[in-house]
């Protein structure tokens, strides 16, 4: 299983170039060239599939992503409500920023977990 950085960085790559990052869908294809959401992104570095929806796949990464967010708020319940709750908020701010600051998100989850180990 990838580890929390490794999925993180991996995702990043998958939409550091502009043309590769979407707003409003896991994943689009546009001819043979593929774009992904940051929860899409995150998906496919980690398990190879932009849809996959298993939390104990990418959970993980996605909770990281959502701690970084500016003005996150902490996630109380479950594993599962945690998992949907991080899925929301990123998605939401995915859907409600530009590229840059998505990246910036990624870079902010990576650098705050990397120190933590």
Known sequence: MINLIEGLTKARALIADPK??????LTAFHGEDVTYCAVGAV???VTGNALDRNINDFSPQLKALQAA????????GNDT????YAWDAVARY?????????L???DRAIAANSTAH
Do not use: C, M, R
């Open 20 to 25: 590769n990052w979407n707003q409003g869908y």
């Open 43 to 45: 998906s496919a570095a």
């Open 69 to 76: 967010l500016p003005d996150a708020s902490p996630v109380q």
């Open 81 to 84: 409500d945690a998992f949907y």
């Open 94 to 102: 995915n859907n409600s920023h530009g590229h840059k600051e998505v």
């Open 104 to 106: 910036a998100v990624f």
